[in-house]
Each structure stands twice: as structure tokens, then as C-alpha cells.
């Protein structure tokens, strides 16, 4: 009997080795995952990061790889970020509301402050707009659910304009700067560089920038079981493009260059998008997910997403500390 109960003894402790408990099974989990795909588009801080290899070179001592996937706007950036094509991404404030709204599973992890000046309403001259209540009953141009979208809606509320009352044309930006052009459409929602281009085309004006109309913020997202398996490695990122950020800030001539070559948009153009870009990258604080919060709210009300959004569900910090979206710190 001693012999038999040491034996079924000794099966049970090799068995709970071999399975582990949950704990176990957690810590003994890898620290770092094998690849990191990164979506970014020609714009901004990613982009530099990319042009660097700073994040290649911090992640190859921990054997993670780093690939980079183009698009052209935020939307399909999002899309694939849901569909399992790249872990991390950088888009304006809209987009993650679309996303979220439609069931993404992301989490916002870091922003940059955007007050307004990359963001414009650009109009024909012959269209007779000559004030934001002017937009009432022209064709709009812009990308839906991304940062131009935002401007449009909260420039138009401004004006005491309905949605209801303008017809939206969704157009990706070399499209929308084709219908301006050919006068298909009469105004046009748009971010930089497109703006820094398209405010230089004939018969074309800005109408007003988005500063003290649709102050927001632009994200960087990742993956929520990216970011929860692997936040040493969503840190390693974050860090290295506030460096690369950082570097930019301080040579504008060199992150013009590197922009136009890029983007293929003329240098001239690149030089004024650097000098109105912003170069603060941050974690994401109670104040940014209130004001996020706002603008889901906004896109709610008008039957623009398909339900209502909390965005505190979906912040991830470093420590795993909760954030609150509004003002009482209190869901």
C-alpha cells in the first residue's frame, strides 16, 4: 500500500508539473513574442521610426522581428489591426471610434496632442463658401471615419448646421483632391500633407484650419492580446518613436526630406507640414480619453457609428492602471 500510494503520489505530482497551474502556466510564458507588424502611413511618427531601424535594432537582441505594412489612411489601417495583419498601428482620433464602436478588439496606447493646424476645410473658389454655415447643402469630400471627419462634424456644429444638411462624399485622399480639382465636389475635409498640397491647388482656398474648431488627438493602437501577452515589447515601441519623434522635432529639414520622399509630395509642401506638426508622444491620461470620449459621444448622437462607446474600456497603460473618461474620474 506504501508502494502504491507513493507511486499514484508521484503520478499526480509529474502530472501538475507537466500541466501547471494557471500562475504557472502565465509566468512561464514568453516575455517577448517572435514578430512585431506594424501598420503606419506615410506621415508622421512611424514613418521615422521606420526610416531609423531604431525599433529593429532595440527588438533583435530579444530575436523579435519587425515588419511595416503601408496604408493610405487610418480606416483600413484599423480594419486590419481587426482582421490579425499587424499588431500596432497610427491613426487620427476617428478611426479607433469606428473601430471600437464596431467591435475591434484594440486598445489605445499613446497619443500625440493634435490642436487643429494639420486639419482644414479646403474650398472652391467658385462654390461661394465664405463661412462654415455656407457648407449648408454642398458636397463635402472626406474619408469616412477617419480624423477629417471629425473636423467636418464639429465645424459644421459650430456653424448651427445639421449633418443632415451638407452630402458627405466619401472619397480617399487622391481621390478627394481629384474631385476639388474637377469641381465634383465643393469642399473638402482633409489632414496633412494632403492639406499642405491641396491649399496650393488653383481655384482652391482653405476655408479654416481645425485649431479652436476640432482640437483632438492622433493614437497610436495595438492588438488588446498584443498588448496584454506582450507589453514589454508595446513599451519598446512606444519609447523608440518618442525618441525618433524627439530627433524630429529638433532636425525639420531632415524629416521634410525624409517625408517627401516618402510621400513623393513636393519638399516645399513637407517643410510646412513639419513646421505645424506636433512632437509630443505620451501614454494616454485621463484628460485625452475625456476628450476622445466627447467626440464618441458627438458621433453617437448623430446615428454615425452604430452604438455607443465607453473608451475607457479600451486604454492600456504600462502598469495596467484604469482610466477614466470623464471628468469625475468615475465611469
Known amino acids: 500500500m506504501k508502494i502504491r500510494s507513493a507511486l499514484a503520489f508521484a503520478v499526480l505530482a509529474a502530472l501538475a508539473v507537466s500541466l501547471g497551474s494557471p500562475r504557472t502556466a502565465r509566468a512561464g510564458a514568453p516575455d517577448h513574442p517572435k514578430e512585431l507588424r506594424s501598420g503606419y502611413q506615410k506621415i508622421g511618427a512611424l514613418l521615422i521610426l521606420k526610416q531609423q531601424g531604431l525599433l529593429e535594432k532595440r527588438l533583435a537582441a530579444q530575436g523579435v522581428s519587425v515588419s511595416w ?125 494632403f492639406y499642405a498640397v491641396g491649399e496650393r491647388y488653383p481655384g482652391v482656398h482653405v476655408l479654416t484650419d481645425a485649431e479652436g474648431i476640432a482640437p483632438s488627438n492622433s493614437f497610436f493602437l495595438a492588438s488588446r492580446d498584443y498588448a496584454t501577452r506582450y507589453p514589454a515589447t508595446i513599451k519598446a515601441v512606444v519609447e523608440e518613436t518618442q525618441s525618433a519623434w524627439r530627433w524630429s522635432e529638433h532636425h525639420q529639414d531632415e524629416l521634410a526630406q525624409t517625408l517627401a520622399d516618402a510621400s513623393g509630395v513636393d519638399l516645399s509642401a513637407e517643410k510646412v507640414v513639419a513646421a505645424r506638426g506636433n512632437y509630443e508622444i505620451s501614454y494616454i491620461s485621463p484628460a485625452v480619453a475625456r476628450r476622445q470620449q466627447s467626440i464618441a459621444d458627438t458621433f453617437s448622437k448623430l446615428g454615425l457609428i452604430p452604438k455607443a462607446v465607453q473608451i475607457s474600456d479600451a486604454v492600456w497603460t504600462p502598469g495596467g492602471t484604469p482610466v477614466s473618461a470623464n471628468a469625475e474620474g468615475q465611469r
Open 69 to 193: 505594412v503601408e496604408f493610405q489612411s487610418g480606416p483600413p489601417l484599423v480594419e486590419a489591426l481587426n482582421a490579425g495583419a499587424i499588431d500596432f498601428g497610427y491613426t487620427g482620433d476617428t478611426p479607433p471610434i469606428f473601430a471600437q464602436a464596431s467591435g475591434v478588439n484594440f486598445v489605445y496606447v499613446a497619443s500625440i496632442p493634435n490642436p487643429g493646424k494639420s486639419n482644414a476645410i479646403l474650398v472652391r473658389n467658385d462654390s461661394g463658401i465664405k463661412t462654415l454655415a455656407d457648407l449648408r447643402g454642398k458636397k463635402i469630400a472626406l474619408v469616412k471615419g477617419s480624423s477629417a471627419h471629425n473636423v467636418l462634424v464639429q465645424a459644421l456644429a459650430k456653424a448651427n448646421v445639421p449633418w443632415s444638411d451638407i452630402t458627405p462624399v466619401y472619397l480617399q485622399p487622391a481621390d478627394a483632391g481629384a474631385a476639388i480639382q474637377s469641381g465634383a465636389v465643393d469642399a473638402w475635409s482633409i489632414w496633412d500633407p
